[in-house]
């Protein structure tokens, strides 16, 4: 290891979260916290990025930076293509991990549980109020397979925006969204010495049971 990279740390000194501080449901904590980056955090930060991680068939894990499109009483939404690396991961294997890192305010959520398509009409809904350019990208990108160039790419495009010039775009049956339900999650907060604060939230049957973590 280099000493610069040796070198690169930093005290956490900014907060503190206490069992006092958190409540019994840990959506709420996560809204709470979400609200707080939302302010806090500046670009190029997007408060809501995230890791997701999933695994092949051969159990190999990978993992890609996302953006958090929903969040209800079940769970995290977001979207992609169903015919990429991670639709078919998921397809195979539908238990994903979520990991939301806040610099600034010294934060980090860690979610794991199970994934689902949400529904034909919730897709078509975000579908169609992203920007049109996202919307015939969605056509034009066969999202993780192979291509023989940039150019390939530039075709694909041009085709796609020849097919809809005349016409609203419609949702491919390929692309739209999911939902993790959350089995677990964990909420990190930095401080002082490594001595972080760690409570995480696992379900047991309809309740959340709360346990502190050493850190």
Not at 3 to 25: F, H, I, T, V, W
Not at 189 to 214: F, N, T
Request: glycine share 6%; hydrophobic share 40%; charged share 25%.
């Amino acid at each position: 290891m280099s000493d610069k990279l040796a070198g690169m740390r930093r005290d956490y000194l900014r907060d503190g979260l206490s069992e006092q501080q958190a409540p019994q449901e840990p959506l709420t904590l996560f809204r709470q916290w979400l609200a707080e980056a939302v302010e806090i955090e500046q670009p190029p930060v997007e408060a809501n990025a995230m890791q997701l991680a999933t695994c092949d068939v051969d159990g190999q894990p990978h993992s890609r930076v996302l953006l958090l499109k929903g969040l209800d009483e079940h769970g995290f939404v977001f979207f992609g293509n169903y015919e990429s690396a991670k639709g078919q991961q998921l397809a195979l294997n539908p238990k994903a991990a979520m990991t939301f890192f806040w610099p600034a305010m010294e934060r980090q959520v860690r979610i794991t549980g199970l994934v689902e398509r949400i529904s034909a009409s919730e897709s078509d809904a975000y579908y169609n109020v992203r920007p049109l350019g996202s919307r015939i990208g969605a056509w034009a990108s066969p999202q993780s397979h192979v291509i023989s160039g940039r150019e390939e790419l530039d075709q694909r495009l041009a085709e796609a925006q020849a097919r809809w010039q005349e016409q609203t775009p419609t949702r491919p049956e390929f692309w739209g969204g999911y939902r993790l339900v959350p089995q677990a999650i964990e909420f990190w907060q930095g401080r002082a010495s490594r001595l972080h604060d760690r409570l995480r939230y696992r379900q047991v049957g309809e309740v959340w049971l709360r346990e502190r973590l050493a850190p």
